[in-house]
């Protein structure tokens, strides 16, 4: 049984930074690609960023030079910093694992159960 558990959501104000961790346990964390999605209020999901398993990455446009995603695997965490926040960075983010590409949205199937950021103006 594949669990992720994410953290570090909250409040903060625009410019502001914030790291969120998700534990993953149930399987081997260190072959499988892992990825952090967000969804906003009245939008589709989306994912944000991805890492491989061999620690290469992925962002979205949106938030390329802002965020940060990372893993270790000795602690089977994945990390996404997040910095010079936006209010429209403002969502549920999700932490993600699954098998196939690192970059493709289909890839993942499970999923944490999601952690809230709000960024104020």
């Known amino acids: 049984q594949v669990q992720l558990v994410e953290s570090g959501g909250g409040l903060v104000q625009a410019g502001g930074s914030l790291r969120l961790s998700c534990a993953a346990s149930g399987r081997a964390f260190s072959m499988a690609p892992m990825a952090w999605f967000r969804q906003a209020p009245g939008k589709e999901r989306e994912l944000a960023a991805a890492i491989s398993s061999g620690h290469s990455t992925y962002y979205a446009d949106s938030v390329k030079g802002r965020f940060t995603i990372s893993r270790d695997n000795a602690k089977n965490t994945v990390y996404l910093q997040m910095n010079s926040l936006k209010p429209e960075d403002t969502a549920v983010y999700y932490c993600?694992?699954?098998?196939?590409?690192?970059?493709?949205?289909?890839?993942?199937?499970?999923w944490g159960q999601g952690t809230q950021v709000t960024v104020s103006s």
């Open positions: 993600a694992t699954g098998s196939g590409p690192y970059s493709y949205t289909l890839s993942y199937d499970y």
